[in-house]
């Protein structure tokens, strides 16, 4: 099946460079990991919905942090902002789609210089070219169609695009946005992961039980670190998680794989394996041709790094495999 053909009317048509209508004149900036990014375009109504969505992560329009919010973490290496804009479409630009019983995926298509990506209400490119100083001169930015202004679905369109968007700025900044569930206890943060289904939720719910404090049962950034690795809150939750409270990087504790089991135990887990684990674990860039080599480089940094604090957690229901996760 051609790129879009689930989703676009006509998908040969889709927007080969980043040009339309922009939605209207607002501008927001947010903070998050790799950023800051700017969103232009934006109507009055999708502005709402940004606020509403991701009210801890929002910076004044010039890119400075407010009064009172969290630093800029080092271990994000931001730089100029990413930009990305708002254009408009119609809804007829889209196919209809029965989503009963359907697990829901985006279109891509790779190109050396470009991504495009199409979903529900949805269609989208970033871009690299030839830019600045930072990132070796090239730089990245993004473009976000849809017909959506505000309304109940605008805040999943734009989440959509947006986990894309910030899944390849950390690719380029050394780091990487992975599958998992994350879990502050004791002043470190324990990444838990593992396939769809492994159990990521079961354990984040156990560990809050245990008063340990949950980051996303979804989607966590890691990033090299001075002292390692440490892991950086997404907006991006699950079942579990506070999406609106920003967080300040957090030093790894442990790498963890999870298998379910009838008893809890813990066992090291080997550098190869652990590249492995993460590479299964990076959504959307690791099915990426043309980033396959960088992403295999900044992932075997990321599993030298974790190698010490890296295992395989077999975990039963019973939740007691933090009495043994402490000893570490």
Request: hydrophobic content about 45%; overall charge negative.
């Given at each position: 099946m051609s790129f879009g053909?689930?989703?676009?009317r006509q998908p040969e048509r889709f927007s080969e460079r980043p040009a339309?209508?922009?939605?209207?004149?607002?501008?927001?900036?947010?903070?998050l990991p790799g950023g800051p990014y700017r969103v232009l375009g934006l109507s009055a109504a999708q502005e709402a919905g940004v606020r509403a969505t991701f009210p801890g992560s929002l910076l004044p329009a010039a890119g400075a942090p407010a009064a009172g919010?969290?630093?800029?973490?080092?271990?994000?290496?931001?730089?100029?902002?990413?930009?990305?804009?708002?254009?408009?479409?119609?809804?007829?630009?889209?196919?209809?789609?029965?989503?009963?019983g359907w697990e829901y995926g985006l279109d891509f298509d790779w190109s050396p210089a470009a991504v495009r990506l199409a979903g529900l209400g949805l269609a989208a490119r970033l871009d690299w070219r030839l830019g600045g100083a930072e990132l070796g001169g090239v730089e990245l930015s993004?473009?976000?169609w849809t017909p959506e202004d505000g309304g109940a679905r605008f805040p999943g369109v734009f989440e959509n695009f947006l986990r894309v968007l910030v899944s390849y700025r950390l690719l380029e900044l050394g780091g990487a946005v992975l599958h998992s569930a994350g879990v502050v206890r004791h002043g470190a943060a324990f990444l838990f992961l593992g396939r769809s289904g492994a159990g990521k939720t079961t354990v984040?719910?156990?560990?809050?039980?245990?008063?340990?404090?949950?980051?996303?049962?979804d989607l966590n950034a890691l990033l090299p670190h001075a002292a390692g690795c440490?892991?950086?809150?997404?907006?991006?939750?699950?079942?579990?998680?506070?999406?609106?409270?920003?967080?300040l990087p957090v030093p790894l504790g442990a790498l963890l794989?999870?298998?379910?089991?009838?008893?809890?135990?813990?066992?090291p887990l080997s550098r190869a394996e652990a590249l492995a684990c993460l590479l299964a674990c990076a959504p959307f860039v690791n099915v990426d041709p043309y980033r396959r080599d960088r992403l295999e480089h900044v992932l075997f940094a990321l599993a030298a790094a974790a190698a010490p604090r890296a295992f395989t957690l077999r975990f039963s229901l019973g939740g007691g495999f933090w009495s043994i996760l402490d000893e570490k």
């Open positions: 053909a689930r989703f676009l339309g209508e922009p939605w209207g004149e607002r501008e927001l900036a947010l903070e919010a969290p630093a800029a973490p080092a271990t994000a290496a931001a730089g100029a902002p990413v930009t990305c804009r708002l254009l408009r479409c119609t809804a007829g630009d889209f196919l209809p789609v029965d989503v009963r993004g473009a976000l984040a719910r156990f560990s809050q039980a245990q008063g340990a404090e949950v980051l996303s049962d440490a892991v950086l809150k997404l907006p991006f939750t699950g079942d579990l998680g506070e999406r609106r409270a920003a967080r794989r999870l298998e379910q089991d009838s008893v809890d135990a813990l066992a």
